[in-house]
Each structure stands twice: as structure tokens, then as C-alpha cells.
């Protein structure tokens, strides 16, 4: 392994993340039976969460190709993991979510992650500043989750641009490689790393792939105010 690539990468993650323990992370999929009434009523939400003076941020995306197309993805990230222990007000925040979100979609998942710092370089203005993030997934055997981290470290060394791998914790089984893009220009780049990721695999450690495209959400988001 090149050292000085591995301490490059460290100094890059630590910059990213104000502290290396700042990697826990938590994805939900949302549904929608009616997109117009679902986004209204996460809007009131959203909207709740401001008046509750909620310190989370919350990104949301909405699935546009794949075979989730439609889906909506809200996210909050750069977290400590004691912090999932505290949110703001839970029992307002669910009752609130039943009477404006839930009439209208149908959570599919709730998924926590591990954001691998050695293999990320990823900020928060990195969500804000591109309007459009891949999502590519990936399944493996049983056992080799040890090869794909360390082939993930070859590959990854090459990139100039953000992005970050996250490692699941709960709720999920699958790896979850983030790559935003400006335009549709950068997507094909996007689709290569995915690639070069899984070629850099045994042939038999991956079991199955996803690769989809989201737009973000920013009238879907919440920012705490400073």
C-alpha cells in the first residue's frame, strides 16, 4: 500500500469531517402514493422541524432512473453516533410525521451507515453545491467485506472529485458509493468509477449492483439556522 497516498487520504478525511468520529450517517426511502400531497405534507414537516430548532441538517433527493425511479431519499449525515440518541422531541417528530407524511407514502427503508473517512472526501457543501448525486450499490458475499475496502482504497486514490463510501451498519447489507455530478457531462465519469470499483473485486465477492441517479432536493431540505 503507498503510505504517503494513506496519509494524504487520512489528512483529506480528517478536513472533511470536522472530527473522524463525524461519520455516522441515516438514509430513509420514502414511497409516494400521491407525489404533489407526499411533498406538500414533508414541506409541513420540514417545516416543524425549523420550529422545533432542530441542529440536524436533512438533505433530501429525489430518485430520477433506476428501478427506484420516484422514490424520495431524505439523509442527515455528518453525525456523531450518540447522537442518534438524541434527537429533537421524538414523540412531536412522530407525531407530526403521521399527520402530514405518512397519509401520503410508505417508508421502504431506514438504513444506517458508517462513512468510511479513509475513503471519503465529502462536506456538506458538497451535498448543497451539485445538483444531481449517483447512487451506486453494492451486495457482496458474505465475508468480503475485507477485499472490497482494501480494492476500494486503489481505486478511490484516483479521484479528484468528492465522494464517499459508506459502510452499512443497520438496515441494510449493501455498500452505498456516493458521486455528485454538476450536469449529465460528469455521469459517464461517475459510472467508471463504479466500474473500476467492482473489476478491482474477486469475481465472485459481488452479488449485485445498483446504479441510479438522484436530483437534489433543496426545497426538500432543511438547514438549522445559524
Known amino acids: 500500500m503507498n503510505r504517503c497516498y494513506l496519509a494524504a487520504v487520512l489528512l483529506l478525511a480528517t478536513t472533511a469531517f470536522s472530527q473522524i468520529r463525524e461519520n455516522a450517517a441515516r438514509f430513509v426511502t420514502w414511497q409516494p402514493m400521491d407525489v404533489s400531497a407526499f411533498e406538500d405534507g414533508y414541506k409541513r414537516h420540514l417545516a416543524w422541524h425549523r420550529s422545533a430548532s432542530d441542529p440536524w441538517t436533512w438533505y433530501g433527493w429525489t430518485i430520477i432512473s433506476g428501478d427506484r425511479y420516484g422514490t424520495f431519499i431524505d439523509a442527515t449525515m455528518f453525525h456523531q453516533w450518540p447522537d442518534f440518541d438524541n434527537p429533537v422531541k421524538p414523540a412531536e417528530d412522530a407525531a407530526d410525521n403521521a399527520m402530514n407524511v405518512f397519509p401520503h407514502a410508505q417508508i421502504r427503508s431506514?438504513?444506517?451507515?458508517?462513512?468510511?473517512?479513509?475513503?471519503?472526501?465529502?462536506?456538506?457543501?458538497?451535498?448543497?453545491?451539485?445538483?444531481?448525486?449517483?447512487?451506486?450499490?453494492?451486495?457482496?458475499?458474505?465475508?468480503?467485506?475485507?477485499?472490497?475496502?482494501?480494492?476500494?482504497?486503489?481505486?478511490?486514490?484516483?479521484?479528484?472529485?468528492?465522494?464517499?463510501?459508506?459502510?452499512?451498519?443497520?438496515?441494510?447489507?449493501?455498500?452505498?458509493?456516493?458521486?455528485?455530478?454538476?450536469?449529465?457531462?460528469?455521469?459517464?465519469?461517475?459510472?467508471?468509477?463504479?466500474?473500476?470499483?467492482?473489476?478491482a473485486m474477486p469475481q465472485d465477492a459481488v452479488i449485485d449492483t445498483r446504479l441510479e441517479l438522484a436530483r437534489f432536493r433543496r426545497d426538500m431540505s432543511y438547514w438549522p439556522q445559524s
Open 110 to 199: 431506514v438504513v444506517s451507515y458508517e462513512v468510511m473517512s479513509p475513503l471519503t472526501v465529502f462536506r456538506p457543501q458538497d451535498i448543497e453545491s451539485y445538483p444531481l448525486m449517483s447512487f451506486f450499490t453494492l451486495r457482496l458475499r458474505p465475508g468480503a467485506e475485507s477485499a472490497f475496502e482494501h480494492a476500494a482504497i486503489g481505486v478511490m486514490r484516483s479521484i479528484g472529485g468528492p465522494h464517499a463510501i459508506l459502510r452499512p451498519v443497520t438496515g441494510a447489507t449493501d455498500y452505498l458509493l456516493l458521486l455528485p455530478a454538476r450536469n449529465s457531462i460528469d455521469l459517464p465519469e461517475n459510472a467508471e468509477i463504479f466500474r473500476r470499483l467492482v473489476a
